[in-house]
Structure formats: C-alpha cells, structure tokens
C-alpha cells in the first residue's frame, strides 16, 4: 500500500498552465502504474492520464496534446502538467497507484487502482 497527496491545484485562467504533483510514501514506487483521474461538480469520474512503470503515458481524448504525465521515481512523485487550460478542465484532480507485474501494464480503470490520493482543485475560469 502507498499514501498519496497531490499539491499543485489553484485558481488559473483559460489558457493558463498548471503542474500538478503526487507525493507517494510507503511502497515501492517504481513499481506502480500510476494515473490521474477527475471529477467536476454534478459529474462522473472520468479518467485523464495514466503512466506505466515502463514510462508509456495513455491519455484521455479530451486532454491529448494539452497534458503531460511524467513520473520521478527517485522523488516517488508522479506529475500532471497541464497546458492550454480551459474551463471545461474544473474538477477535483486525484491520483492513483497499482503496483504491476508487467513494466507495460497501465488502465483507465478507476477500481483497478489500488491506492488513491484525496485530491486537489483545479478551477479555470474564462
């Protein structure tokens, strides 16, 4: 098991950027596939990047080309920096951990994650 605690989320405006960041403790970091996950107000879950160990990202439609995952495993900390922002990106920002056998092996599955963070706010306003 592995604690999560995201940082990073503010107040920003369309077009602005933001860098979001997941500090891990406990567990062995580098072998986790790692993922970010959203949730607006009224709204479904819904899945924004994923990461696997090998370091393949996987992204959400929706964000492809404005967002970026990256992982430091020395750190134990796994980022989501985002670029281009628009309003429709206002949500709670979580992170997720799940450790693999497989180096590639990554999901969009929210219940297949084994860890989650408590979430940071991202708000952007027009």
């Known amino acids: 098991q592995v604690q999560l605690v995201e940082s990073g989320g503010g107040l920003v405006q369309a077009g602005d950027s933001l860098r979001l960041s997941c500090a891990a403790s406990?567990?062995?970091?580098?072998?986790?596939?790692l993922a970010w996950f959203r949730q607006a107000p009224g709204k479904e879950r819904e899945f924004v990047a994923a990461?696997?160990?090998?370091?393949?990202?996987d992204y959400a439609d929706s964000v492809k080309g404005r967002f970026t995952i990256s992982r430091d495993n020395g750190k134990k900390t796994v980022y989501l920096q985002m670029s281009s922002l628009k309003p429709v990106d206002t949500a709670v920002y979580s992170c997720?951990?799940?450790?693999?056998?497989?180096?590639?092996?990554?999901?969009?599955?929210?219940?297949?994650?084994?860890?989650w963070g408590q979430g940071t706010q991202v708000t952007v306003s027009s």
């Open positions: 997720a951990a799940r450790p693999t056998i497989l180096a590639a092996t990554m999901t969009r599955v929210y219940d297949d994650y084994y860890d």
């Open positions: 990461l696997s160990r090998s370091g393949n990202p």
């Open positions: 406990g567990g062995q970091f580098s072998r986790f596939a």
